[in-house]
Every structure is written in structure tokens, then in C-alpha cells.
């Protein structure tokens, strides 16, 4: 491999898969050029105080921006709209009920799994067993709730497994598995009857954060994260692909 | 102005839930690539008026990437307006004469490796915002607004290998201009 500076930063952002990785590692080794660029520049990621280059948007502003979205449903108005609706069939009727209910019943599970996710990016609430190692998360949970949650390792492919916790979905105890990529954190939520309609993963937005959903080995699981679509649906390939025994592990 | 007169408070809502927690990150964007803080609150209130109103095509994703994206051609609208009322060279045709007059070659190829003296955060506020557009709003992207790679080339509609070369001149440039500021005091 010869020095290509594009490379060495894609390897301080964390931005090359891990074959990449190992060929430019293997240059840098052997190359004083190429050491001494990535020290200069990790030396600058280091010296630059990303958290105080933000600013922080004004509350006047914050304040116009909400008057963009109400924060109020019009309640008066949607009754009207359902009141000008009279001649509806009761057939009808009951159809729509039948629907709203359903949507509300996952609504709530996704909502609750997002606030859980949330909840979890507090300090010191992410796990309950941190460990990366899989062979401690998932005896952990024996005893702490009734089904044995598939906890696997997939650190060597890019998504670090930092622990274990207990949460709550809809009202019942659910296992958290939590990985993290870069900055970013995934929770996996497993437990019954959270919605999954098939083994194949269905991708959702929820409030702004990718929702990844499938069956596995009759439990239901859920990843959140605010990572982007395209590596979350990776890391339920390769989940999957580990728990059913087709990937190389 | 409601994507959905039938569903306008339950949009509002999911729409306020998901972008309004991305505000600072927008705001941060729009101040380094305007330079100015009256423009930046304009910018950033059409972000969201133009995101609110399209909400209902927003399909999938992360949000803030999209809200970005978003800015980004409300700041170069604005790019526009200046050069037009003012005669003010655009940023973006500034940045491709900068290109073309050999910038690429000027900075230095193999940094010193002198490891870089604490700044503090207005200095180094102003050495980001003293960067060429182009480069400037590749390094925001990543280094404050901590997007990945594939984030970036989505919001500047650029492939990934020009998010990595503008990235790499851009770290080159900030790194040359902050050892000319240490030389300086």
C-alpha cells in the first residue's frame, strides 16, 4: 500500500471496515510519513473542543420555531371534522375503531422503546451488566426475566457489545442488549408480543430514530438508535445472520 | 402551511419531537457557514418552515442529517441574495477559485509534528470560520454536527471520496492556520 493521506483519515474517524483498517495499520507501521500524520492529526481531533464550538440557538428563536409547529392538537376542530362525518354506517364505524386501536396499541410500544432508549443515554442507565463479553450479559438475565434473550457478540464486525439491562415495554419487563458504533448506541430490546409481523427485519422511523424490527427464534426484537439506516440495517444483517448460525463466526 | 389540514396537530406534534431536539446542531451549522448571527436565526427558522412543510416526505432515516441538508440550501439561497445586493463574490464560486489558484499544493504535505497548544474556543471558532466554504462545511459536519462519512456526502449531495479529500484539506488547513496562531502570540 503506498501513503494516501485520504486514508489515514478515514482511519482516525473510525470510517474504514476492519480489513481496510488492518492494510493502512500495517503501512503506518512501517511508514514514518504516514505515523507522523496520523499523530498530527489525532493531536488536533484531540486539541479541538468540539463540545464548546456549538453554539446554542437563541430562545427567541427556539420560541418563532414552535409557533411553526403547534405544540396543540385543535381538539375542537377534530371533533367537528367527525361530527360533519354523522352519516357514517356503524360498520364503518367500527372498522376505523378497530384500526385506530391497533395503530395506539403499537404506537405505544414503539414510543415506549424510544423513551427507554432515551432513557438509557442518561448517565450511568445504559446497562445494568456492563461487560463485553457475551458469556457474562447473557446469564445475567437468568432469573430476571422469564426468557433467555440471544445476546451475541459482534464486536469483530463493528458493533461493540457493552452490556446487558432490565427495561420496560408496554408495561412488561423486556432484556436491553446494548452495542455501540462509534458514538452512537443501539439498544435491543427483545421480549413477547412487541409487534415483529415477520422474520424479516422492517425498518421504521419513530420520533426521529430508526427503529429496526424483526422475529428471532420466537421472541420479538427491537433495535433503536439514532444511527443512520443503512448501519442499522447492517447490524441486524449480521445479528441475524450470527443467530441463525450462516455467518462466519 | 400544515402538510395535512385532517392531521395537522398529530404531524405538528411527531414533527416537533423529532427535529426541535436537533435545533443547536442546525443553528451551529448555520453560524459557521453564514458567519453571522442575524442571518443564522433567519436561515434556521426557514429550515424549519421548509422541513415542517415537506415533513410528510420525509421517509426513513435520521432526522438531522435531512435538517441539515435542508439548511445547507437555505444558506446557499442566501449566498445568492448577498451576491446579488451587494456584489459580493459567492462563497461556493470563491471556493472553486481558491481550488483552481492551487491551495491543494500550498499548504504543507507533510505536517511538523509539533503537537498543537491549547486554544481557546473563540480562536478556534474563528480559524473554522476563516476556512474556505467548501472545506469549512465538511469539517462542521463531522467534527461538531459528528456525522459519519455517508451523513455527510447526503447532506452536501457530494460522493463519499469528496467528503474524504475535503476533510483531509480542510483538517490540513486548520492545522497550518493554528500553528501560524500559536507563532502569533
Known amino acids: ?249 | 402551511m400544515a402538510p395535512d389540514v385532517k392531521d395537522d396537530g398529530g404531524t405538528a406534534q411527531r414533527f416537533r419531537a423529532a427535529a426541535l431536539p436537533y435545533l443547536d446542531d442546525v443553528y451551529t451549522l448555520a453560524r459557521y457557514l453564514l458567519r453571522d448571527s442575524h442571518d443564522a436565526e433567519d436561515a434556521v427558522q426557514e429550515c424549519y418552515l421548509r422541513a415542517f412543510r415537506h415533513f410528510g416526505t420525509f421517509r426513513g432515516g435520521p432526522i438531522k442529517p435531512w435538517l441539515l441538508a435542508i439548511l445547507r440550501n437555505v444558506c446557499r439561497a442566501e449566498y445568492a441574495r448577498r451576491s446579488a445586493s451587494a456584489f459580493v463574490q459567492s462563497d461556493e464560486d470563491k471556493a472553486a477559485e481558491e481550488c483552481s489558484q492551487g491551495i491543494w499544493e500550498e499548504a504543507p504535505s507533510s505536517p511538523e509534528a509539533e503537537t498543537l497548544r491549547h486554544l481557546d474556543a473563540a480562536t478556534v471558532r474563528r480559524l473554522i470560520a476563516d476556512l474556505p466554504p467548501a472545506f469549512r462545511e465538511t469539517l462542521v459536519l463531522r467534527e461538531i454536527n459528528d456525522l459519519s462519512y455517508r451523513e455527510i456526502a447526503d447532506v452536501i449531495g457530494a460522493p463519499v471520496g469528496t467528503v474524504m479529500s475535503r476533510l483531509a484539506r480542510g483538517r490540513a488547513l486548520l492545522r497550518t492556520a493554528w500553528l501560524a496562531e500559536e507563532k502569533e502570540r
Open chain 1, 1 to 249: 500500500m503506498s501513503c494516501d493521506d485520504v486514508l489515514i483519515h478515514a482511519l482516525i474517524d473510525d470510517e474504514l471496515d476492519a480489513g481496510h483498517a488492518r492494510a493502512v495499520e500495517a503501512h503506518i507501521a512501517g511508514c514514518a510519513r504516514c505515523a507522523q500524520q496520523v499523530t498530527a492529526y489525532r493531536g488536533l481531533r484531540q486539541a479541538l473542543p468540539a463540545h464548546e464550538l456549538r453554539y446554542t440557538a437563541p430562545a427567541a428563536l427556539r420560541a418563532r420555531i414552535e409557533r411553526v409547529a403547534p405544540a396543540k392538537t385543535d381538539r375542537r376542530a377534530l371533533l367537528k371534522g367527525f361530527l360533519t362525518g354523522g352519516a357514517i354506517s356503524a360498520l364503518a364505524a367500527a372498522s376505523v375503531t378497530f384500526v385506530v386501536v391497533r395503530q395506539g396499541r403499537d404506537d405505544a410500544i414503539l414510543g415506549d422503546a424510544i423513551s427507554a432508549h432515551l432513557r438509557s443515554l442518561q448517565a450511568d442507565h445504559l446497562t445494568d451488566v456492563p461487560s463485553s463479553d457475551q458469556h457474562t450479559v447473557k446469564p445475567w438475565f437468568n432469573g430476571r426475566i422469564d426468557l433467555a434473550p440471544p445476546v451475541i457478540d459482534l464486536t469483530g464486525q463493528g458493533f461493540t457489545l457493552v452490556g446487558g439491562r432490565l427495561d420496560f415495554i408496554d408495561g412488561k419487563p423486556a432484556a436491553a442488549v446494548v452495542y455501540r458504533r462509534r458514538v452512537h448506541v443501539i439498544n435491543l430490546f427483545v421480549a413477547q408480543g412487541l409487534g415483529a409481523r415477520s422474520r424479516t427485519p422492517q425498518l421504521e422511523v419513530v420520533q426521529g430514530f430508526n427503529v429496526l424490527r424483526w422475529n428471532e427464534g420466537g421472541l420479538d426484537v427491537v433495535a433503536v438508535s439514532d444511527l443512520n439506516r443503512d448501519e442499522l440495517e447492517e447490524f441486524g444483517a449480521k445479528f441475524i445472520a450470527a443467530a441463525r448460525g450462516t455467518g462466519q463466526r
